[in-house]
Structures are given as C-alpha cells and as structure tokens.
C-alpha cells in the first residue's frame, strides 16, 4: 500500500476581486484568466547595473513550474509590496520571472492555466523570500507511467483459531503495491499484487522487495518474511511460489489515545497504526473507528512505525455539505510500547462568514480568529462557486483575512453574487514563504507522515450579496 503526499492527502481552495482602473491594474474576466495591458515577456534577467533595485526593495527572481518540474511560460504574475506599488510580469522561456525593487513583506498572485486542469488563481500573502518559487499541480492529461507488474505470491500462515489476516506490501525504487487478506485455520492464501510504477519507465537494475506479515485478532502475535531482489520488469507476471513468515517478537503493549482539546468527544474518531519495512514500502497495520486503542507491535528487524488520530463532526442531513476535521501524526518512531496521547484541535474559528451565512462582495472579507498562545498557523484559503461547481481561488497566508480590497491591489476579481463554499485547512508551525520555499523538501515537509505534525480542515457554504 503507497500513501501518497497527506495530503495533499488534506486540502484546498479560495478567493479573490475586481481592478479598480482598467489603466493601471491588469483585470480578471469571469473564468479567472488575466486580460488587458499585456506585460512585457522578459527575455533576460536585469543586469546589476540596469536593474538594480533600490536600498529601499529587493530584486525579485522567482520561478514558476508544475508539480512535475516543467517551466511554465508566459504566465501572468502580479507583485502588490509592502508599500502598495503593483507589478506584473510575464513568466520568461525558463519558467522565471524578475521584479525589482520590491518593498517586503509582498503580496504575489499567479494567473490561472488559459486551459488545463484546475484553472484556479493561487495566491500568496506577506511573503518575504527573494527567491520565491511556485510549484502548481497543473497537468493537461494523465502522467505517463510504465505498465503495471503483477506480483503473484503464495504465503502459508501460522495456525489461526480465530479469524487472522496476512498483509503483502511489494516496493522499488519506483514502485509498489499492497494486499491483504482474513484466513482462520491453516489456510494458504495466494496473492495477486499489482505493482505500479511512479515513472514512464523503469531505471536500469531496479528491483523489488515483498514483505509478508501475519498477524493475529488480538494483535499480540506476528510472523514475518521478506523475498528480496525481484527484477522490477514493466508489464509482465512474476510468479515467486510460496513463503512461509516465520514468528517475530512483539513490542510490550502500545496505547493510543485521542484527546478532544476544543472539539467535541462526540465527533468520530479514528485511530490508525503503521509499518515503515526496512529498504521502504509502508504497511497499513490497523485503522480503528475507536478513541483509544492498545495493541502490540511487530518488531521487524530495520522496521519502525507512526500513529496518527482523526476526528470529524458527524455529518448532518440538513448541511451534509458542513465538514470539520482535524488530525495529528506522530512521524516516525521506534517501535515500542508505552502510550501516545494525541491532542486534538479545532483550528481557527471562522468570523465572517458563518455557515449558511450571507456577505457581501463591497464588504471587508473573509475573517476568522487564529489560536491564541501560539505561532499562527499556515492557512489555505479556498472559495468555490457552487452553481458553477467551480473552484475560484486559491490563498495561502498565515493572517486572519483575506481583505477583498487587497484581492483587488491584485488584479482579481469581486466574487459573484450567489452560493459559495469556503475552504479553511490550517497546518501549525509553517509559514507562507515555506510554500514557495526552492527546496521540495521544506515545501513538502508539513504533509510529510515521516515527520510529526497537525491539520485541520473546516468548510461550508455561504451566500454572496451585492
């Protein structure tokens, strides 16, 4: 089983306005697309002595590209800096974009795809990186990836009295698939594991490894085998017979616990446990619809685990579109007994508006109310119109609004009367500059399950008067 990015595995979406003077500040029709003055294209960086900004600004030299790596040419890219002064450039040949003498801290928004999938604006508030660089998911079809191998394994269990199971995890470098399966008895279970790859095609050598773990009903015995070196080959079946998992020893008993701090014990939880198997690959170990759980560990040779808890209000038949949730993981930890309490929290408290409520376009914004005592989160501000089933915006700050007039400093436009759905999802600990940060790494870190951290995601619907 592959766990993707959390998030990713978490969240999205928000908003924006109308250019005051068609002159000055490039506009926004309906779809989110930059017309007007067109900007010029640079077709080289400022020099040191052309381009030099002020002492009073900095030289902006960003860079924007797909999740996948790829430049992104031509795209309209707005600046509004601490002094109120407005640029907009055009992304060059190489994805790069300069804007001098730039007074920090800055507002920055990048233009919708003119075609593509998500067409959405994203925008950046109070950045102060010199060097920003805009990673946007924006593909216009599938990824090419090299064809499926189909791993069939065989696994003889130990005995089961009651109902036990057997989980089956392959991975290489650029791949991996996941099974299980419920056996009692002394049953053989086979194994068909679709091992897909991430890439178009396979790097020269790679293998794969397959980790096989029988585990009992109450958690507290465990059998273990490994088949390593498997040659990783696209598009073909690979038989490997039968394995027999021999026992491992178990942790002393573990106890996870879920702790409401601001939500209520009345929301439903889950408590989840996993495997991190030596040379990679993550099992799924257990996933409990419970607020506290004590089981035992395998302690697989090079192997360690993570917890992770989640609450969510229950759903309403009234406003089955009112979400709320929040989640807490530990990263990576050795494996052990003892205790994990997770403190659950519920994030910013919306202001303006409230659910089912009504705001209007000429009005100051969005607003809500950020914990008190500790470091303001990292929020991801999302607006969809829900006639058009469209996402509108995208807004990434670590303030308590998103001010309608500084939506428009930025060449964006009003939101439309009617029924929208706002989207908060707050992540503690990060900041706006993390987002567009060059390293991946630090870009990504706040969803890494490898590392411990918190979210909370919160929406619901809203209406936009005149």
């Excluded at 790596?69 to 407005?86: C, H, L, S």
């Excluded at 394994?153 to 089961?160: A, L, Q, R, S, T």
């Excluded at 600990?429 to 918190?454: I, K, L, M, Q």
């Amino acid at each position: 089983m592959r766990f993707e990015n959390p998030a990713r595995p978490l969240l999205l979406t928000l908003f924006l306005l109308l250019a005051p003077s068609a002159c000055e500040d490039a506009r926004v029709d309906g779809g989110g697309t930059f017309v007007g003055p067109a900007p010029r294209l640079p077709d080289r960086p400022p020099s040191a002595i052309d381009a030099a900004p002020p002492a009073s600004g900095i030289l902006l030299r960003g860079r924007v590209e797909t999740d996948e790596g790829t430049a992104i040419v031509g795209r309209p890219i707005a600046v509004v800096d601490a002094r109120g002064k407005r640029t907009e450039v055009l992304s060059d040949e190489g994805g790069a974009f300069y804007v001098a003498d730039v007074v920090r801290p800055y507002d920055l928004t990048v233009a919708s795809a003119p075609s593509g999938s998500p067409q959405v604006p994203t925008v950046y508030l109070g950045l102060t990186r010199e060097d920003p660089f805009v990673e946007l998911f924006e593909r216009e079809g599938p990824s090419l990836r090299a064809r499926t191998q189909l791993v069939r394994i065989g696994v003889k269990p130990p005995p089961c009295a009651a109902t036990c199971s057997v989980s089956v995890v392959t991975v290489s470098q650029t791949g991996g698939g996941a099974s299980s399966a419920s056996y009692a008895g002394e049953e053989a279970v086979v194994f068909d594991i679709e091992h897909a790859f991430d890439q178009p095609s396979i790097a020269p050598g790679e293998t794969i490894d397959v980790h096989v773990l029988a585990i009992d009903a109450a958690y507290a015995k465990f059998a273990y085998a490994r088949r390593e070196g498997i040659r990783a080959e696209s598009g073909d079946l690979t038989e490997l017979g039968f394995v027999v998992p021999e026992p491992v020893a178990s942790t002393a008993p573990l106890t996870l616990r879920a702790l409401p701090r601001g939500v209520s014990a009345s929301w439903t939880t889950v408590l989840g446990t996993s495997l991190d198997l030596p040379g990679g690959g993550t099992m799924q170990l257990t996933y409990d619809a419970a607020a506290e759980r004590t089981l035992q560990l395998p302690l697989v040779p090079g192997a360690s685990m993570r917890a992770a808890a989640w609450m969510q209000h229950p759903p309403l038949a009234e406003r089955p579109y009112l979400r709320h949730a929040t989640q807490v993981w530990t990263g990576t930890r050795p494996l052990a007994g003892g205790a994990i309490d997770f403190e659950m929290h519920a994030g910013p408290v919306p202001v303006r508006p409230a659910a089912d409520d009504a705001i209007s376009a000429r009005g100051p914004g969005i607003t809500w109310t950020n914990p008190a005592g500790a470091r303001p989160p990292l929020s991801e501000v999302t607006v969809s119109n829900v006639a058009r089933g469209a996402l509108l915006y995208r807004v990434w700050t670590t303030g308590e609004q998103v001010s309608f007039a500084r939506m428009e400093r930025l060449g964006l436009p009003r939101l439309a009367a009617g029924d929208h759905e706002l989207g908060l999802t707050s992540t503690p600990g990060a900041d706006a500059d993390e987002v567009v940060d060059p390293d991946a790494r630090v870009r990504h870190r706040r969803f890494d399950p490898r590392t411990a951290g918190s979210s909370t995601a919160q929406g619901f619907r809203f209406r936009v008067t005149r």
